[in-house]
């Protein structure tokens, strides 16, 4: 079982494009069944004529010789230029104008801006989340891996704008229920949107191949209450939480070489190349979606002790830590909430 379905249930699990939750889904559901009624009209009246054809005019082996032989003929020639230039007109203009609802800025809500504006940074094998702004009062905090978004409550509006960009190879952001795939390119800076008024959790994941742990970079997004949300923000705005000034498990983990690429605000640690340790403990998932957080932490323990094993390939090495060390360590992250 793919592993991006192993720690969800019910609805989350439902990854067909046939069950939009998001106006941007819903135009590219209405895109695909048009699609497929046109092409399912053509291939049944082209295979239809062909088996008629087959029946209607077969001799068997009462006529020796090839039947009266037709060259060329204006109309008909006229006719299946005409036609297949119509039907590849319209499904441009269809395909342009789906193009233009799924990636134009979010429609402004009547009576106030509840737009919430993220960057999306692909990287080698996770996701980063820069909170910008939400309800026009910026944010500014960085998060990993899931996306956490306000549901549309009371007939209010609540769009989701993405900007989309890479810090290594091509990846693409994709989670089928609340919009179509859109391609993260270095260099570059895409953008999508989406809205739901559906709350719950909402799976994803990259769609384009960007190297070997592709398949496990996975997407949750969590869609919560408007009031979830706003607890949400305030907490993740916050550094980490307070220390006693002696601290023998953090000090254990600020001496070792994690600090160099991860950060956790209101510490030493200050790396911007892997994800954002600030809030660690509120997240379901560890290694983009890969296994459960646990509450008694033996998978941190797992994927600390050796990253290797849990997500070969993946550009965290194993610092041969002693079991003290480790220890130390994950007692640390869990404290991270
Ligand atoms: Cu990132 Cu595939």
């Excluded at 609805?11 to 135009?27: G, H, M, R, T, V």
């Excluded at 010789?65 to 008909?76: D, L, M």
């Excluded at 923000?233 to 994690?258: G, H, T, W, Y």
């Excluded at 965290?316 to 869990?334: D, H, K, T």
């Amino acid at each position: 079982m793919n592993a991006l379905l192993l720690f969800a249930d019910g609805k989350a699990q439902d990854l067909s494009i046939f069950s939009p939750a998001s106006p941007p889904a819903e135009s590219i559901r209405d895109l695909s069944i048009l699609i497929f009624v046109i092409t399912g009209l053509i291939f049944l009246i082209v295979e239809g004529v062909l088996v008629y054809c087959l029946v209607r005019f077969r001799q068997g082996a009462k006529s020796p010789t090839e039947p009266a032989q037709v060259y060329g003929s204006r109309p008909i020639e006229i006719a299946w230029t005409a036609a297949p230039l119509l039907i590849v007109t319209i499904v441009a203009l269809v395909s342009a104008r789906t193009l233009w609802d799924v990636t134009a800025d979010p429609p402004k809500p009547q009576g106030g801006d509840r737009t919430l504006f993220v960057t999306v940074i692909g990287r080698q094998w996770w996701w980063e989340y820069h909170y910008d702004s939400y309800d026009g009062r910026p944010l500014g905090f960085v998060t990993a891996n899931e996306l956490h978004i306000p549901a549309s409550e009371d007939g209010k509006p609540r769009p989701v704008f993405l900007m989309l960009k890479s810090a290594d190879v091509y990846h693409s952001f994709w989670v089928p229920r609340l919009a179509g795939k859109t391609a993260l390119i270095p260099g570059r800076t895409n953008s999508m949107w989406l809205q739901t008024s559906e709350p719950g959790i909402f799976l994803g994941q990259c769609a384009e191949y960007c190297g070997t742990q592709h398949a496990n970079m996975l997407i949750r997004v969590n869609v919560d209450s408007p009031l979830e949300f706003e607890r949400w923000l305030v907490e993740q705005a916050k550094p980490a939480a307070e220390q006693p000034a002696v601290n023998k498990d953090r000090d254990v983990f600020l001496a070792q070489s994690c600090v160099n690429c991860h950060r956790v605000r209101g510490t030493a640690a200050a790396g911007s190349y892997a994800p954002d340790l600030t809030h660690l403990m509120s997240r379901q998932t560890l290694g983009s979606g890969m296994i459960p957080n646990d509450p008694d932490g033996k998978n941190l323990r797992a994927w600390i002790a050796d990253p290797q094993t849990v997500k070969p390939g993946c550009l965290m090495p194993a610092f041969g830590l002693s079991n003290e060390q480790l220890s130390s360590i994950v007692r640390y992250l869990r404290t991270l909430h």
